[in-house]
């Protein structure tokens, strides 16, 4: 992917978080090309759409990835994971209005591994004792989406200082699922 494509999907990301009706002009306008560039990338809107939660997927692979490299604890991992995801609070934002309104059934097994990935996280340390017995897997990926809401919530209407959308997803995430000892 090329800046000018990365450029325009982080624009969709933007205009589309705040307007999901928006049109395509406005996101070329803040990605700073025409929209005959966008266009050329991205053909329509549908296009568009499925390009911004194939990036979604590819970005939380990556957060994924990266916390399993930079840590061996999986307690960390996991942290990093939900610190990091939830300064994508907007790109969440977007993809759950997105799935309302299109159809992305072909994506759904996309998101299911990367729903995987987290949830093997969350064993691990479920494995160490520190979840809460009682707490279901789909509760956790519900209360992970919902955190992720929240952030861009919180981001949005500048309710919360941006640096701390990370440590406060972190702290609600945490003392959803762990055991109290």
Not at 137 to 148: E, T
Request: charged share 20%; proline share 4%.
């Amino acid at each position: 992917m090329n800046k000018t494509q990365r450029n325009i999907l982080n624009a969709a990301f933007e205009v589309l978080s705040q307007d999901f009706s928006a049109p395509l002009d406005k996101v070329a306008d803040a990605a700073g090309v025409t929209r005959a560039t966008l266009h050329r990338y991205y053909k329509n809107r549908e296009v568009l759409m499925e390009a911004t939660g194939l990036e979604l997927i590819r970005l939380t692979h990556e957060i994924v990835d990266e916390a399993m490299t930079q840590h061996n604890n999986p307690h960390e991992q996991l942290k990093v994971v939900i610190m990091k995801s939830a300064s994508l609070g907007d790109r969440f934002h977007f993809l759950l209005h997105a799935m309302e309104h299109d159809n992305h059934e072909q994506h759904y097994p996309k998101f299911q591994e990367v729903e995987q990935r987290i949830l093997g996280l969350v064993d691990a340390v479920r494995n160490k004792g520190l979840v809460n017995p009682d707490m279901p897997n789909a509760w956790i990926i519900h209360l992970y989406y919902g955190i992720m809401t929240t952030s861009w919530s919180a981001l949005s209407e500048g309710s919360v200082a941006p640096k701390k959308v990370p440590e406060l997803a972190w702290q609600s995430f945490s003392s959803g699922i762990f055991s109290i000892k």
